[in-house]
């Protein structure tokens, strides 16, 4: 017997907004558990490959703090390298270059120290490893002295 006085129609309109609401509640739980994957938002462009300069040992090197100039026997090497840019054109460091003055030879040579500025430059595709770029040039800046016979500024071209 049906006391609501409604002919039996309020258990029907409950169970459909029961229904209802179950239904918006699902939704909802869906739309939160959609993985950031599946949104359309671009993922951002990851990072190039910084330019490298390749040392003695063909070893690819981001901002060392040492440089080795003479590959053959070790008498010239940049030390203390303080890079203050490095980007995909050029970069540049202060640093000291360590001279061997290989008197009177260079097994009993003393090293003298100058302070260089250190440019970096001419990156080019590295032979042999397609997708890195390497500088190709180092020039030298002694803003005092430089080493014997060496000019207070001067470029090399680096074939490593």
């Known amino acids: ?8 129609r309020a258990p029907a309109a409950r169970a459909r907004v029961r229904t209802a609401t179950m239904l918006c509640a699902a939704a ?12 359309t ?3 951002p462009e990851p990072d190039p490959e910084p330019v490298v ?15 080795l ?14 890079w203050d840019t490095w980007g995909p054109r050029k970069a540049t460091a202060t640093g ?16 003298h120290a100058y302070p260089v500025t250190v440019t970096l430059s001419k990156p080019e595709p590295w032979p ?17 002295t430089a080493p014997s016979p060496v000019p207070r500024d001067v470029t090399y071209k680096l074939v490593y």
């Not at 017997?1 to 039996?8: A, E, I, K, T």
């Not at 100039?69 to 303080?82: Q, W």
């Not at 008197?103 to 003393?110: E, F, L, S, V, W």
């Open 28 to 39: 909802a739980l869906v739309v939160g558990a959609v993985p950031a994957s599946a949104q």
């Open 41 to 43: 938002r671009a993922a």
């Open 128 to 144: 042999g490893h397609p997708d890195i770029q390497r500088f190709t040039t180092i020039r030298l800046f002694y803003p005092g």
């Open 96 to 111: 000291t270059d360590m001279v061997n003055d290989c008197k009177p030879y260079c097994a009993a040579g003393r090293f």
């Open 53 to 67: 300069v390749v040392d003695c040992f063909s070893k690819a090197q981001v901002r060392p703090e040492e440089y």
């Open 69 to 82: 100039l003479a590959c053959g026997d070790g008498n010239n090497r940049l030390v203390r390298l303080n």
């Open 1 to 8: 017997m049906d006391v609501s006085g409604d002919g039996g």
